[in-house]
């Protein structure tokens, strides 16, 4: 074969290469075509799924923007607080409820203060007047009697604390003469309590002498003396009293105050 021969069917193949890659190239822009339009419609589909999100957010109720979001979360924010303010109507009506209560408590306070203003006091020299009276029954007996002089009731607990002459010592209570109750008096009434002053009919107890004067003390509910004193006149000679002198409970009847 000469050179001229082979030189045709080289450029003859060349050219066919050519047209066969420019057929592949137009073969793969077409289907780069169809890609393109492919990814096209994939754009075009993601707004569809932008948009689903706003359904979903208008379901919520929080609105397609976030300016909507922000309003309507304003609003459930304002509902949280006309929420709020029922709860705090309604804890306001507790309070007001536990704040009558208190006024309940505070009222039987005052009912409780009204009482203790009322409610009495021990007797003492302050609150009564007390006068000493010789008797002829029994035999060497004083009866001893005390009036609430005071505009409260007062309470004459135990037995009276004699104070002869000032003397150490007080005389003994006759145990036998305690009463059920303690002896009360309301405002001007009176109550009373004897004195055996002397053993037998001329007294003849041990240490008797003449006394002069008188102290009598009062004791509390706590059993103990109080002050001031209730200072009685005696009879202008004296009473004759030994170591048997003795006194009663404070009682409501004279009669009974003798009896012992």
């Not at 000032?166 to 003994?172: K, N």
């Not at 004897?194 to 509910?221: E, I, P």
Request: proline letters at 5%; glycine letters at 14%.
């Amino acid at each position: 074969m000469s050179a001229f021969t082979a030189r045709p069917r080289t450029r003859l193949f060349a050219a066919a290469t050519v047209a066969l890659a420019a057929l592949s190239l137009t073969a793969c822009n077409d289907k780069l075509g169809v890609q393109d339009e492919g990814a096209a419609q994939t754009g075009t589909t993601a707004p569809t799924s932008t948009q689903a999100p706003e359904k979903t957010g208008g379901a919520g109720g929080t609105g397609g923007s976030t300016s909507g979001n922000s309003t309507s979360n304003n609003s459930s924010t304002g509902g949280d607080k006309g929420s709020g303010g029922t709860t705090g109507s309604n804890g306001g009506k507790s309070s007001g409820g536990k704040t009558g209560g208190g006024k309940t408590s505070g009222g039987s306070g005052a009912n409780s203060g009204s009482n203790t203003s009322a409610s009495s006091v021990p007797c003492s020299g302050a609150n009564t007047k007390v006068t000493a009276q010789s008797v002829s029954r029994p035999i060497n007996h004083m009866l001893l009697t005390v009036t609430n002089t005071g505009t409260k009731t007062c309470d004459l607990y135990y037995y009276p604390a004699l104070n002869f002459d000032d003397a150490q010592s007080v005389p003994p209570v006759m145990k036998e003469s305690q009463p059920q109750a303690v002896t009360t008096l309301t405002p001007g009434q009176s109550g009373y309590a004897g004195v055996a002053l002397a053993d037998g009919d001329n007294g003849t107890g041990t240490n008797g002498h003449t006394a002069k004067s008188l102290a009598v003390y009062f004791f509390d509910r706590n059993n103990n003396s109080i002050s001031p004193a209730a200072t009685p006149s005696l009879p202008t000679k004296g009473v004759y009293i030994d170591d048997s002198l003795r006194v009663t409970y404070w009682l409501s009847d004279a009669q009974d105050a003798l009896t012992y």
